[in-house]
């Protein structure tokens, strides 16, 4: 089983003055990102005095703290030396392949039509059908990385090169909220209405992010997301229920 041995130094640098940025690897992929959320479950889990949170990123974990109550756990130390011991100490030893039992979360979709304005043109980049683009998308599963850019936004990997398409050249100034794109080798969902220049292929009816709930994103980090084709009556039917 790979861990983080004694032996092996993690690289923990400052993040500002409140903050560390803990980096696993400069390329991303699913096994560097699973030693990201294995960081993160074991600081929530085992939590210094002082710490305020952690967001696991692709390659990264950051994580924050209260200088003030981190500079009373030893007078005279620097609130980075202290937090950089302390987060050393809890990952010196992490298995970095425990088996977590990833949420798998279902994402109805309705392509194409006013739902996917870019679908025809995805399917085309690739010499595809637009039914073939609807195809492989729902037939993969993919992991959430990390959430950002927007609130509750997922960043999906997996994706097959198969239908790979390029960001619009000029992004569209208003995207509607729960619009489902396809960036290079990535897919995704606007979680709210934003500008951006994904290729969008169909719109969910669920809210993903719902700043009334706690938490509010729908999705989380090592989630895994499966999309299912829907009817535009069922869209409606399901929207109407998620308002």
């Known amino acids: 089983m790979m861990q983080y041995s004694g032996n092996t130094a993690l690289d923990i640098q400052p993040y500002g003055d409140s903050a560390v940025i803990i980096r696993f690897g400069g390329h991303i992929s699913e096994e560097v990102n699973s030693r990201v959320h294995a960081a993160a479950a074991c600081m929530e889990e085992r939590p210094f005095p002082g710490f305020v949170e952690?967001?696991?990123?692709?390659?990264?974990?950051?994580?924050?703290?209260?200088?003030?109550?981190?500079?009373?756990?030893?007078?005279?130390?620097?609130?980075?030396?202290?937090?950089?011991?302390?987060?050393?100490?809890?990952?010196?030893?992490?298995?970095?392949?425990?088996?977590?039992?990833?949420?798998?979360?279902?994402?109805?979709?309705?392509?194409?039509?006013?739902?996917?304005?870019?679908?025809?043109?995805?399917?085309?980049?690739?010499?595809?059908?637009?039914?073939d683009v609807i195809r492989i998308h729902t037939e993969g599963e993919y992991l959430v990385y990390m959430l950002g850019f927007a609130p509750g936004f997922p960043f999906l990997g997996g994706m097959s090169e198969r239908i790979?398409?390029?960001?619009?050249?000029?992004?569209?100034?208003?995207?509607?909220?729960?619009?489902?794109?396809?960036?290079?080798?990535?897919?995704?969902?606007?979680?709210?209405?934003?500008?951006?220049?994904?290729?969008?292929?169909?719109?969910?009816?669920?809210?993903?992010?719902?700043?009334?709930?706690?938490?509010p994103s729908l999705l989380r980090a090592g989630d895994t997301v499966k999309f299912v084709r829907i009817t535009a009556e069922e869209y409606s039917r399901i929207k109407e229920g998620a308002e």
């Open 54 to 131: 952690c967001i696991p990123a692709f390659t990264s974990l950051t994580i924050f703290y209260d200088m003030y109550a981190v500079s009373n756990i030893k007078k005279g130390v620097s609130p980075f030396a202290l937090v950089k011991k302390e987060v050393t100490e809890r990952l010196s030893h992490i298995m970095t392949d425990r088996q977590e039992e990833r949420r798998v979360m279902e994402i109805p979709v309705c392509y194409g039509g006013d739902f996917g304005p870019d679908l025809e043109e995805v399917a085309e980049m690739n010499d595809l059908t637009p039914e």
């Open 164 to 215: 790979r398409a390029p960001r619009k050249a000029s992004p569209r100034p208003s995207i509607p909220a729960g619009s489902v794109g396809i960036a290079g080798m990535q897919t995704g969902v606007y979680p709210i209405s934003t500008p951006g220049g994904w290729q969008l292929i169909g719109s969910t009816p669920l809210r993903l992010f719902r700043p009334e709930e706690h938490p």
